[in-house]
Every structure is written in structure tokens, then in C-alpha cells.
């Protein structure tokens, strides 16, 4: 296990398969022992949200895929299909995708819609991920009055449904620091449990631990990680 320092600068290509296999760590019963919520975002969000939603079905996990900002690509995910040995159609099965170009399509997806996933999975708990959770609400067109409280709604919503089990991957581009909307953006930051930073530098991509667990909380979750391999062995 990683210390906090060691977890703060990864390079995407050697090591953010390590980044996705922390995060699924689970115990007993099948819950993920990582936060509930965790925030990607900079550069390349559809990509790699595509990226991990072929990596986490590949590892024989369902995934739902909330698309506010038109960037998933089936084709990313499907190239996992090789690795996990089964059909390109097989793997998208386990993906179900939903599209939103509005903000208010978006809170729909994100309270009503992803409820009713969920209630045909019954049995078992998804991984959602949600790409471009403030993207559609940057639209001038939505009177700022009516922007902040759908937002807020959206994200208790999801917050409902994290407490009960189910957990968030959210990824959001960059690239809007002119909009006076920025508000967003530091709201969902404070929703998150985790927050990595993408970056493109001269060296390559990186991701950056920009808000994670305190010490106590990482030798807590260390030790529920130890117990759980350890009834693993038994």
C-alpha cells in the first residue's frame, strides 16, 4: 500500500492501471473499500473515462455510463475485449450508456434515470461513471438562477445513492476557467471523496493526487485491505 506521497504523481501509461486497481479493491460483502466518489478531471476526459469503463468490464464488473459532454467512445472500451477473452459485443453489454445535452436532461440521468438502472440491478451494484457532470450546465442559455440549485440536486442525488453502495467515477474536462460558472467546479470538488488531476506535460501524461485521505483514513482503509486478503487466503 502507498503512502500518501508515493500516490502523488503517477504516469498515466505506466501506472494508472494501479490508480483503477486501488480504487476496486473490495471486502467483504463486495463492496469497494475506496471512496465512493472520485473525481478525474483535466485533459482527455472522454478518452480515459472510455478507457476505464473497457478496463473495469474487462475485470467482469457492469459499469453505467452518464454522458453529459458527447465524449464516450465504445470503440476505447471495447479494445478490452481481447484481455478479458470475450467478444467486443459481449463487453459493450455490460455497458449501458446514457446521453444528456442539456443540463436538464443531465439532472434527469443523474436522479430519476440512473434510480431506475440501478432497480433492474438489483442483485448487484455497477460502477457508474459519470462524464461531464457540470459540462451542460455551463450553457448561458439556462438562467443562472435555475443552474446552481438543479446542480445541487443532481449531486445529492448522487450522493443518496454513493451512500447506499454504489460507487462514482467523475470525470470532467478542462478548459472552461473563463466561465462564470466556475462555482461548479469547485462545488464538485467539494462532493468528491477523491480528486486526481490529468495533465499533459513535455514528460507524457500525468495524474496528481490533488485531495485524498487524510493518514488516519489511509491506514484505516489499509487495514480493512489486509483483513479482506487475508479471508481471501482462508
Known amino acids: 500500500m502507498r503512502s500518501a506521497g508515493e500516490m502523488m504523481r503517477y504516469p498515466i501509461k505506466n501506472s494508472f492501471d494501479e490508480i483503477l486497481a486501488q480504487l476496486t479493491l473490495v471486502g467483504p460483502p463486495a463492496q469497494p473499500l475506496s471512496p465512493q466518489k472520485v473525481l478525474f478531471w ?4 472522454g478518452e480515459i473515462s472510455s478507457y476505464v469503463a473497457g478496463w473495469l468490464t474487462g475485470k467482469g464488473m ?7 459532454a458527447n465524449r464516450f ?3 476505447i472500451a471495447s479494445s478490452f475485449a481481447r484481455k478479458a477473452l470475450i467478444s467486443p459485443e459481449r463487453l459493450l453489454k455490460r455497458i449501458r450508456i446514457a446521453r444528456a ?7 434527469t440521468l443523474m436522479g430519476e434515470r ?41 449531486l445529492r442525488r448522487v450522493e443518496e445513492i454513493a451512500i447506499e453502495g454504489v460507487p462514482f467515477l467523475l470525470f470532467q474536462s478542462s478548459g472552461f476557467s473563463d466561465s462564470k460558472r466556475t462555482y461548479l467546479t469547485r462545488r464538485l470538488f467539494q462532493f468528491s471523496n477523491l480528486v486526481w488531476r490529468i495533465s499533459l506535460e513535455d514528460e507524457g501524461p500525468r495524474v496528481v493526487l490533488e485531495k485524498g485521505l487524510t493518514e488516519l483514513q489511509i ?11 487475508s479471508a481471501a487466503v482462508r
Open 42 to 45: 483535466g485533459e482527455r476526459g
Open 62 to 68: 457492469d459499469v453505467i455510463v452518464l454522458d453529459g
Open 73 to 75: 467512445d465504445p470503440y
Open 101 to 107: 445535452f442539456t443540463c436538464y436532461q443531465m439532472a
Open 114 to 154: 440512473l434510480g431506475s438502472f440501478l432497480k433492474e440491478e438489483e442483485e448487484k451494484k455497477p460502477w457508474v461513471i459519470i462524464l461531464g457532470p457540470v459540462t451542460t450546465f455551463l450553457d448561458e442559455d439556462v438562467p443562472e438562477r435555475e443552474v446552481r440549485p438543479l446542480f445541487d440536486r443532481s
Open 219 to 229: 491506514a484505516d482503509r489499509k487495514l480493512q485491505i489486509e483483513k479482506s486478503l
